[in-house]
């Protein structure tokens, strides 16, 4: 058997066509078209224009399918943190610019997982309060019974070294910027 006559092929791989669940191109196009929408409205002194279907559509989508990662997916409350998103969109909707930027898919995303972010934060500093509202109280039934789970004081120690942590960060790059002033 000749090796040099045998054509040695490499199986082709096949490729799906890549299923997104938002066209960033018509998300853009969507988006351009909706711009120039409100300046011909400014112009005319008419009233702004409602947001088209498509983009909104396309922004509680983003909100969803970000809520199910699984930096965001366990926790409770996660809907409010989806409405703190789509509300949050909406209030920088006007600051995307598509002449700057073409990827409305990553600015919006970045939006909403900051939105996401300081929601968990709002929800920490609640639940630190409350465990430290129950710390003082005599009612001993209201602790968790399930060892599993971080107990009050755990919680509340873990969160005021959080705090003090940021803290002194802060006075430590307040001192760096009055040293670089001098």
């Not at 559509?57 to 809907?79: D, T, V, W």
Request: a positive charge; hydrophobic letters at 30%.
């Amino acid at each position: 058997m000749n090796l040099k006559s045998q054509q040695i092929t490499t199986p082709t791989r096949l490729t799906k066509p890549r299923n997104h669940y938002i066209n960033n191109k018509k998300f853009l196009e969507a988006f351009i078209k909706y711009q120039n929408d409100i300046k011909e409205c400014q112009e005319n002194n008419l009233k702004v224009p409602p947001i088209p279907n498509y983009i909104g559509e396309c922004i509680l989508l983003l909100a969803n399918k970000l809520a199910q990662k699984s930096n965001f997916c366990n926790y409770p409350f996660k809907e409010e943190m989806v409405s703190d998103g789509i509300e949050n969109v909406f209030l920088y909707l006007h600051s995307f610019n598509p002449e700057k930027y073409d990827n409305p898919f990553a600015y919006f995303t970045e939006i909403i997982k900051n939105a996401f972010i300081r929601r968990i934060q709002k929800e920490r500093k609640q639940t630190y309060i409350i465990h430290k509202i129950t710390e003082f109280q005599t009612y001993s039934n209201l602790r968790s019974e399930n060892p599993s789970e971080m107990n009050d004081d755990d919680f509340v120690e873990t969160y005021e070294n959080m705090l003090s942590e940021k803290r002194r960060k802060a006075k430590e790059r307040q001192n760096e910027k009055k040293m670089q002033e001098c």
